[in-house]
């Protein structure tokens, strides 16, 4: 049985496990590894080996860091086939699409290689008699970050790229049900030349969360997850005088007009409700006919499209999904098909049970379409990430827009059509955080910023870009005036506040 260590710096002592937990390879059903979970003493050693490096590192300067970050990514360039392979492995996508969550998370770090620039403060000459203003951004110290299993190359990057290239250390708590990723970009970050300690990778569950949360010297924690935990890590992070940006769940919808081109849209739909098993946040899992010619040419194109899905394992070049990532998830996906049809949904495609020949005890969902699904169901109003996609019809295009709006999750949304004014009213009234027009998963790119709303982002400020920079920085303002020794010392100005009039 292979053991998952953590990454610290050399030196730091990991001590024994006293717990582990299971790494399943989802294709087959089998335990590949137990990974070790860490306690509050392991997490107290990496911190004091962040206290120690990041110092230096924040005076280092701004073009060396981004030196640093060049390097990193063409050695995760020159490694991707086999990230993408340990990846799949663990998690159960395909091996093209974790090929993507590689690549996106690479387009982090390619913004993070521009920091020099990213960083440049504000400057004012003469704002008021004699005096300058300007502004300059500071690293906070050392960053967490907290990070979950559907994207275990993607969203690591996401944080520590940005962090560390503004200056800070970085503690690493990935998914223990997929941690071998995030070990390997942490080798691969000290091969790039950065310093030992600058990133360390600590595994483990809730124990390790709240040591993070409450440990004294971690000044920011970035998270990704479920809801419930994204509002208790905000709440209790927050408490702790932390900064927290907490990402939650979601329910992205879907909404195709009556002009709506609906070869497309099948299509984008199939890769959006059912690529990476359902399991992405920004999935497509409700799609929102309107009218109800609409719903019915929707439905007569998407069952013959859902039916000639190929579920494989997750390094079948054929197939277009694999498994999910535990027997639990999968367990849980099925029992929401069973609520939703408890509650009145019609089954159209019934992915419960399925099995691939020669992988029976491997962790398979067949595509599933539920129909007549209304917002008074628990399967709607929940998360289910799984392949799973709901059709919630719309009478008109107000309603459409009210449906997402109204909903606990803002996370995204899309709409496909070819009225220009309906999209751009849509974009301008729904009440979500990311819109897709004609584009079924809406992550904006590097330089732009990754954020949902409601309970799918806890916390004021989003992820990467201008806005990741802002997250692990200070802003400090510096008023400056350089005296020629001719004031007056009995000046009464001086006990007046201050103006620049």
Not at 70 to 84: D, I, T
Not at 186 to 204: H, I, K, T, Y
């Amino acid at each position: 049985m292979r053991t998952i260590d953590h990454h610290l710096a050399t030196g730091v002592a990991t001590g024994e496990a006293s717990r582990t937990h299971k790494v399943w390879n989802p294709s087959t059903g089998e335990v590949q590894a137990e990974v070790a979970l860490g306690d509050a003493a392991l997490l107290e050693r990496a911190v004091a080996k962040a206290k120690e490096v990041q110092p230096e590192w924040a005076a280092t300067n701004p073009q060396r860091r981004a030196r640093v970050m060049f390097k990193f990514k063409e050695l995760v360039e020159a490694n991707k086939q086999e990230l993408a392979e340990l990846l799949s492995s663990e998690h159960g996508k395909v091996v093209d699409d974790a090929h993507g969550d590689v690549q996106r998370g690479l387009e982090v770090i390619e913004y993070a290689c521009s920091i020099p620039q990213a960083l440049k403060g504000e400057y004012t000459q003469g704002a008021g008699p004699g005096i300058d203003v300007y502004s300059m951004r500071q690293p906070l110290g050392i960053g967490a970050g907290i990070t979950p299993f559907n994207f275990p190359a993607m969203i690591p990057m996401w944080m520590f790229g940005m962090a560390i290239a503004a200056g800070n250390a970085f503690i690493l708590k990935p998914s223990e049900r997929d941690p071998s990723v995030p070990i390997r970009l942490a080798e691969l970050f000290v091969e790039a030349g950065a310093p030992e300690g600058l990133l360390q990778v600590v595994n483990g569950d809730k124990e390790m969360v709240d040591a993070i949360i409450d440990h004294d010297d971690i000044a920011a924690i970035s998270f990704v997850g479920s809801s419930d935990i994204a509002q208790y890590i905000y709440s209790r992070g927050t408490a702790n005088g932390k900064r927290v940006q907490a990402f939650g769940g979601a329910k992205n919808h879907g909404i195709v007009m009556p002009d709506a081109d609906l070869d497309q849209v099948v299509n984008d739909l199939a890769g959006a409700a059912f690529g990476s098993a359902g399991e992405r946040c920004m999935a497509l899992p409700v799609v929102v006919p309107v009218g109800e010619d609409t719903a019915k040419r929707l439905r007569e194109k998407l069952i013959p499209a859902i039916n000639a899905l190929r579920v494989g394992v997750s390094n079948d070049p054929e197939a277009h999904y694999g498994p999910v990532v535990t027997p639990e998830h999968k367990a849980r996906i099925e029992s929401w098909i069973d609520t939703a049809e408890k509650e009145g949904a019609e089954v159209v495609i019934d992915g419960r049970g399925f099995s691939l020949q020669g992988h029976e005890k491997g962790f398979f969902v067949g595509p599933t379409l539920l129909d007549k699904v209304t917002t008074d169901m628990e399967s709607y109003k929940e998360e289910i990430f799984g392949p799973v996609l709901q059709i919630v019809r719309a009478k008109d295009f107000e309603e459409a827009v009210r449906l997402p709006s109204e909903h606990q999750y803002g996370n995204g949304v899309a709409i496909f059509t070819r009225n220009g004014h309906a999209a751009r009213e849509f974009a301008h009234r729904v009440n979500v955080g990311m819109v897709g027009i004609n584009v079924p998963i809406p992550v904006p790119v590097s330089y732009h910023s990754f954020g949902g709303w409601k309970r799918s982002g806890f916390g004021d400020i989003d992820q990467y870009g201008q806005e990741g920079l802002r997250f692990w920085t200070k802003s400090k303002k510096v008023t400056q005036r350089w005296p020629d020794g001719t004031a007056d010392a009995d000046n009464k100005d001086a006990f007046i506040i201050p103006t620049m009039g």
